[in-house]
């Protein structure tokens, strides 16, 4: 175990010692002040005029879900294995970015991705390392990094490392995700940079799901390692690299500094601010199979019946210029009228090969190259205070995508004072898309599978109202028709459906609290209308419940809790490692079925711990925990971690 993380792991921890040793002095002779405050921002940071600055979290609860898909939604479809491909449960928001999209994005949870990318704010160097450690020795290991180098100009990093093997044969997970940011802003803020480098590497042993559920639900075998699977050498390979860089330059001349009289006395006018937004971007795909004829696992065999080696790789260069006036004024209140205008370009290579044809790589059929230039444009208008609405449309010209366009419309009122006391926020949300399915559907070519297609531009049409009242609750509903929607079918190829079916979403997320007991909760109801190739449980929901007790005057925070998560059954999509998708199945239903976890959560001054019983009830309920049929959810098991901050 050790050799997949033992040297990345020493050796950040070595550099942060050294940076910390070499720069506490001149630290503590800068600061006059000794703040904690963390903060972040993304790369829309100009947006608004302002940085939109986020504080970090500290707070403990939530702390023990450290596995990444949990942060981003509690309902998903998994092979049972933290790391592992996944699908969400909930279809909503059907909208994908605009332009060329590859179309597999099952591992995008595991991965660092510009939007998610954090860029912090910060008086003194911080850090933060964290530790946790779960069933079948799986270790996760993060740390971060941000420091202020001179003036403006910090430097930052997030480095993160995974291994874990799985209970089953054929299960493993090894992950390596890196992010270095820099970001420099002049003293008036009228000139700003960000950047950062992005580092990706994912192992995943595939085993095709057990070869027998009837032996894991009768229970008639305890030992997990020896179950029969389906695949015996598969592996998928994700590698991604990338830079990104977007610089903004606010025309309109600032005042030397809040004593400029002149300055101030004279009127001026607002020339908006330019910004320019570089990305570079190369991911490879691959799948192996060292075996793939004697397991019976496919059913063609195209090349090679002795090795399987599928290589795709997505190579983008990304070009963007805009012009927006910024969203505040002066007075840092919202301008009446907010515009944007964007025109991006992007180049487009996708290379898809196998072992055997290394020397056929220049053949045209092998490697695609797309152009394509995007127009878009966005306006918001906040005639007062509790009145916003927004609108962006944008359209594709080009390669492929050529015709794709996008219209988002939002209107929210706030009932009373925005900044105060008042009645909540009810919002009415409109979208409209035409686009191309992802390339993958159209054209792909592997040892096991391969397809030459044309389809259709998917259309949606939906609507949606909620309400939100505070910090208290948020319910909404979503109505959406679709049309030709795609999708791989029981003959794991790509199919569409060209008829228009209804898509309705109902959501309920909300806390109640009783003195110091609250119930966290998020409930969704789902339903498809006039067609059945597109498969989701009903309704979907997740429980959580603890008590927070401080201690030693508030210098301690105790949090035990419960929770719960369940959906309805439902004809679950089975999951075809080669393709790393998944696909219609007809024979077996996943759900009904509750997983209940304890845990306890414990905050010390800047340290945070978490003991956590995952699955408790797996021995009592019954052996039909799938979420994806033939890959069963984990045992119960015992997991802990650890978190420390450091500002010095």
């Known amino acids: ?248 330059l606010d025309l309109s001349r600032h005042p030397k500094n809040s004593k400029d009289s002149a300055f101030q006395s004279q009127k001026h006018f607002e020339l908006g601010k330019l910004v320019y937004t570089f990305q570079y971007d190369r991911q490879v795909l691959n799948y192996i199979d060292n075996d793939p004829k004697s397991t019976g696992f496919y059913q063609n065999f195209f090349r090679d019946s002795i090795m399987t080696y599928d290589s795709t790789t997505i190579t983008r260069i990304v070009n963007e210029l805009s012009w927006s006036n910024p969203s505040y004024r002066p007075d840092k209140k919202f301008r009446l009228l907010q515009i944007e205008a964007h025109i991006k370009q992007q180049y487009v290579e996708v290379t898809n090969i196998s072992r055997q044809e290394y020397a056929e790589i220049k053949d045209s059929t092998v490697r695609k190259f797309f152009i394509q230039y995007i127009p878009s444009a966005a306006i918001s208008f906040h005639p007062y205070s509790s009145l916003f609405l927004t609108a962006h449309g944008d359209y594709v010209f080009g390669d492929y995508n050529g015709g794709d366009m996008s219209l988002r419309v939002n209107l929210s009122q706030t009932l009373g004072n925005p900044e105060g006391k008042n009645g909540g926020t009810i919002s009415l949300k409109g979208d409209y898309a035409l686009q191309k399915p992802g390339w993958f559907y159209e054209q792909y070519s592997g040892n096991n599978f391969r397809w030459d297609t044309t389809l259709q531009k998917q259309s949606l049409i939906s609507a949606c109202f909620e309400y939100a009242l505070r910090n208290i609750f948020t319910a909404g509903v979503n109505i959406s028709r679709i049309n030709h929607f795609v999708y791989l079918d029981s003959t794991i190829h790509p199919s569409q459906y060209n008829k228009e079916f209804g898509y309705i979403y109902s959501y309920l997320n909300g806390n109640l609290d009783i003195g110091r007991i609250r119930f966290a909760g998020q409930f969704a109801y789902q339903t498809i209308q006039g067609a059945s190739i597109l498969r989701l449980p009903a309704f979907l929901g997740n429980l959580t419940v603890y008590y927070t007790q401080p201690l030693f005057h508030r210098g301690a925070i105790l949090q035990p809790g419960l929770n719960f998560n369940y959906n309805t059954s439902y004809y679950g999509d089975n999951y075809m490692p080669a393709l790393r998708s998944y696909y219609l199945q007809h024979n077996k239903e996943v759900g009904y079925y509750i997983y209940m976890n304890v845990f306890i959560n414990i905050k010390i001054q800047r340290a945070r711990f978490f003991v956590e019983y995952s699955h408790f009830n797996a021995a009592f309920m019954g052996r039909t925990y799938y979420t994806v049929p033939s890959y069963p959810m984990q045992d119960a098991a015992f997991r802990f971690g650890i978190s420390w901050r450091f500002h010095d």
């Open 1 to 248: 175990m050790l050799k997949y993380i033992h040297r990345p792991v020493l050796s950040i921890l070595l550099l942060l010692i050294a940076i910390h040793s070499s720069g506490a002095v001149a630290d503590s002779a800068k600061l006059r002040k000794d703040s904690t405050k963390v903060s972040y921002f993304f790369n829309d940071f100009e947006k608004f005029g302002t940085l939109n600055l986020h504080s970090l979290d500290t707070a403990i609860t939530g702390y023990q879900n450290y596995d990444p898909l949990l942060k981003q939604s509690p309902f998903h479809a998994t092979q049972g294995n933290i790391g592992q491909a996944s699908r969400n449960l909930i279809l909503y928001p059907f909208l994908t970015n605009v332009g060329f999209d590859y179309g597999i994005h099952s591992f995008d949870p595991y991965l660092f991705q510009n939007d998610s990318v954090k860029y912090y704010k910060v008086l003194k160097t911080f850090t933060e390392l964290r530790y946790e450690q779960g069933p079948q020795k799986e270790i996760f290991f993060d740390a971060v990094f941000s420091r202020n180098i001179y003036r403006s100009l910090n430097l930052g990093f997030d480095f993160r490392v995974m291994n874990a093997p799985g209970a089953y044969l054929r299960q493993r997970s090894n992950l390596i995700n890196f992010a270095g940011t820099l970001q420099y802003f002049t003293k008036n803020k009228r000139y700003g940079v960000i950047a950062n480098f992005l580092f990706n590497r994912l192992v995943i042993s595939e085993n095709g799901g057990i070869q027998y559920d009837s032996i894991f639900e009768q229970n008639l075998e305890t030992n997990r390692q020896i179950f029969t699977t389906k695949l015996d050498q598969a592996e998928n390979r994700v590698r991604e690299n990338g830079f990104f860089m977007k610089h903004y």
